[in-house]
């Protein structure tokens, strides 16, 4: 993995382009069946220079990513969301 992040900063150099560190972050996905987990630990990632943050979730266009594979997270989201304007607009009334 660490060999790609390379191969990426070197072309975003070519493009003039920036990849932001603070918004890249890397995810390990857990397997649902452990008999399947291949490793516990992954070694740090670093990209221009930065290391990058290893997540277990991340929000990405509006949605909510987990490393469990299941949307129970996003859909807790929006059901509170959802909550909360039912609310403010009874508020209003």
């Known amino acids: 993995m660490q060999a790609l992040l390379v191969i990426c900063k070197k072309y975003c150099d070519l493009l003039d382009l920036h990849c932001n560190t603070l918004k890249t972050v890397c995810m390990v996905f857990a397997p649902r069946n452990k008999c399947r987990v291949v490793c516990n630990s992954f070694p740090n990632f670093v990209l221009d220079g930065q290391l990058l943050q290893f997540v277990s979730e991340f929000h990405y266009l509006g949605n909510i990513i987990t490393n469990l594979l ?24």
């Open 70 to 93: 299941c949307d129970d997270a996003d859909f807790a989201h929006y059901h509170l969301s959802q909550k909360t304007v039912i609310i403010q607009t009874l508020q209003r009334l």
